[in-house]
């Protein structure tokens, strides 16, 4: 076993690239490939109206809340990686039969199937990171996870046009098959491998969540029961930062429309948002999360992105909305990553699955929300006291997750504590690293 980068914590890292990050990069850039064109796809080649591209768009976040906790409950004795592969096939056929698809009642059933295999990766991904991650580097691997999705947004945003340009609007569905495709391939030899490892050594090196629940109460009342607190407390904190997100993304281009800014201005302006975002969550956010914790992160950069809504409105020019879009992805991006932190720091070990469906659910709930209440207060009003409203949202976030969340414990300022999860990730198998994984 190679153990000479141990000691930095390199080898642990390269440890995580072929059944966690690469598979996270390869789907993350084949649900964001369809995005864009998905509007354009639905309005001009099936003839859908402009309620259908909205009902058919919004698909996937329906799948999502509705069935994420029933996933994670049907997951409660497949492995992660079992899981993972299931979800990604799914992926696969729903995209090859959204290709094939003539009608937008057909298209709405397949991509509402293929958000429930999407809420299934994600769950099985968070899974594998509270399982298999160790606490004090959960931040800086969940970062990179988030910095590489989000630049993996902007380049399959600029390949999307060229397909749909080129050779055909429908021709994306094969693209994100293709790419779910090769996902699937990254996860399942990774847990072949594993499984002829484990057959060698007569070690399972990834337990099931049936020998860490054995003897305990996995039903869904005794999770909620005994996990309401972290539901509610950081679980509110994430419902409402996935709805910020949302709605800045709404908010930006309205501003700047509102401003006469160009539709290539408008594209420039978003660009140069995702960019920040994505360079500070690469750079900054994972060591923070690590270094500081997860509340102390999590407080600043909320505060940041209230402001930046705070400001939006006076933003009457250009430059000054590219400077208030610099706010906002400072923000974002110190945060970059901070979900599936939080959700591998609180999911219970014996009930992994029904816990994270249960989350799922939670932090959905603003991302279907605030994004409405933005547009309804503008109808009614003004952009300016829209973004005001969505500000005020933001700060009384941060002064919750002042006063309501507990810190979750995936941060050390001991090298000792880095080392022994260092070491734990090199060693797996042996009785003292098994001691230390259940005590973290």
């Known amino acids: 076993m190679e153990t000479s980068n141990a000691g930095s914590g390199q080898f642990s890292m390269r440890r995580f690239v072929v059944p966690l990050i690469l598979p996270g990069l390869l789907q993350g850039k084949a649900q964001t490939f369809v995005t864009p064109m998905l509007p354009i796809f639905v309005a001009v080649d099936l003839g859908g109206s402009h309620g259908w591209v909205g009902l058919i768009a919004s698909a996937y976040a329906i799948a999502q809340f509705v069935g994420s906790t029933p996933v994670g409950v049907l997951m409660k004795h497949v492995h992660y990686a079992t899981a993972a592969c299931a979800s990604l096939a799914l992926l696969v056929a729903t995209a090859l039969l959204s290709f094939a698809a003539q009608s937008v009642v057909v298209l709405l059933a397949v991509r509402l199937a293929g958000g429930l295999g999407s809420s299934a990766f994600d769950i099985s991904r968070k899974a594998y990171i509270a399982a298999e991650v160790p606490p004090v580097q959960r931040g800086r691997v969940s970062a990179l996870l988030a910095s590489m999705q989000k630049w ?32 699937l391939v990254c996860i399942g030899s990774d847990a072949l491998c594993n499984r002829a490892k484990s057959a060698e050594s007569e070690v399972d090196d990834a337990p099931s969540e049936r020998s860490d629940g054995e ?12 996990n309401w607190r972290g539901l509610l407390g950081a679980g509110l904190y994430c419902a409402m930062l996935n709805g910020i997100r949302n709605t800045w993304m709404v908010a930006v281009p309205l501003q700047a429309h509102h401003i006469g800014l160009s539709k290539m201005g408008i594209g420039g302006v978003v660009a140069w948002y995702r960019a920040c975002d994505a360079t500070v969550t690469g750079l900054a956010a994972g060591h923070l999360m690590d270094r500081y914790g997860l509340k102390a992160t999590a407080i600043p950069s909320m505060l940041l992105m209230s402001l930046a809504f705070g400001l939006l409105a006076l933003a009457q020019s250009e430059l000054s909305l590219v400077l208030v879009a610099a706010v906002f992805g400072l923000g974002n991006g110190l945060c970059g990553g901070i979900l599936n932190a939080f959700a591998a720091g609180l999911t219970p070990r014996h009930a992994r699955t029904q ?17 409405p209440l933005f547009g309804v207060v503008s109808d009614a009003s003004n952009l300016g006291l829209a973004s005001g409203v969505l500000a005020l949202c933001g700060f009384a ?39 230390t994984a259940a005590s973290a």
């Open 215 to 226: 003897g305990r109460d996995t039903s869904l009342r005794a999770v909620l029961r005994e």
């Open 152 to 183: 993996a947004i902007m380049i399959a945003a600029l390949l999307s046009g060229v397909v749909a340009q080129h050779v055909a609007t429908r021709g994306i569905f094969l693209v994100q098959a293709a790419l779910s495709f090769l996902a």
């Open 397 to 435: 976030t941060a002064a919750w997750t002042l006063l309501a969340v507990a810190e979750v414990g995936t941060h050390s300022t001991a090298p000792e504590a880095e080392a022994r999860s260092v070491a734990l990730v090199a060693n797996p198998a042996t009785p003292q690293s098994q001691s």
């Open 355 to 371: 816990f994270l469906g249960l989350w799922k659910t939670v932090t959905s709930v603003g991302g279907i929300c605030l994004p």
